[in-house]
């Protein structure tokens, strides 16, 4: 258990629509990340908050977005989904915002987009 | 742009035999360098990483990698592999000046391990 919790795990929903998908990081990480895994693009960075700041940004959609909130937990929103966008997501938390950082993975939230 | 590539998708290797997983990057500068592992229905966990120094670097289950600044490469080891490595391995790199921390992944390879 890596200690990063994800929900929901599974996630099924039609084209158009806007879902959130959350994390929690490990207790006293600052950092969050969100990626991206899908079978034709791989592992994509998408975005890193670190202490409520966004301190990175990667291939990230403009129908995309993120927040880390004071108490560090983070939200991924997905809008006007296509049928492209289905994938697992990723969180994953680290202590400071380094590139040198360990970076700790949720177990992902599979979506699905019908 | 910073590339990884890994060159096998699959690696088959029987149960006790030694494997090797290659990585080879592509940079302005020597990055620094990691490998992950992802088992069935997990998220990632780090094996081991590099960023200087002494070129063989020692991981966790048993797993090592060295890096050669003249391959560019950064190549998994194991010297006998148990039926729980079965997983895909990510090698990913990182600009040590870049703001923030933006892992690029390679494509990854699965391992099979048959009995």
């Known amino acids: 258990d890596s200690g990063v919790t994800q929900t929901p795990k599974h996630l099924i929903t039609a084209t158009g629509q806007r879902v959130t998908l959350r994390c929690s990081p490990r207790?006293?990480?600052?950092?969050v990340y969100w990626y991206q895994q899908s079978l034709d693009q791989g592992l994509q960075f998408l975005i890193q908050?670190?202490?409520?700041?966004?301190?990175a940004k990667g291939n990230i959609l403009e129908r995309f977005s993120a927040q880390q909130f004071p108490d560090l937990h983070s939200e991924l929103n997905l809008s006007s989904l296509e049928l492209g966008d289905s994938a697992l997501y990723f969180c994953?938390?680290?202590?400071?915002?380094?590139?040198?950082?360990?970076?700790?993975f949720g177990s992902g939230t599979q979506l699905s987009v019908l | 742009a910073q590339s990884v590539t890994q060159p096998d998708i699959h690696i088959t290797v029987s149960e006790g035999a030694s494997l090797e997983l290659r990585c080879n990057y592509s940079?302005?500068?020597?990055?620094?360098l990691f490998w992950y592992v992802q088992s069935p229905g997990q998220g990632l966990q780090l094996l081991l990483k590099?960023?200087?120094?002494?070129?063989l670097v020692q991981g966790i289950k048993g797993f090592e990698a060295e890096f050669k600044r003249s391959q560019s490469s950064f190549n998994l080891r194991k010297p006998s592999v148990h039926w729980s490595d079965a997983a895909e391995y990510f090698c990913?790199?990182?600009?040590?000046?870049?703001?923030?921390?933006?892992?690029?992944f390679g494509a990854g390879t699965i391992l099979r391990v048959k009995s």
């Open positions: 207790s006293g990480d600052l950092s």
């Open positions: 908050y670190y202490n409520g700041e966004e301190r």
């Open positions: 590099y960023f200087s120094g002494d070129t």
């Open positions: 940079y302005g500068a020597t990055p620094y």
């Open positions: 990913a790199v990182v600009h040590p000046m870049e703001y923030g921390n933006k892992l690029v």
């Open positions: 994953a938390s680290s202590v400071g915002d380094r590139p040198s950082e360990k970076l700790f």
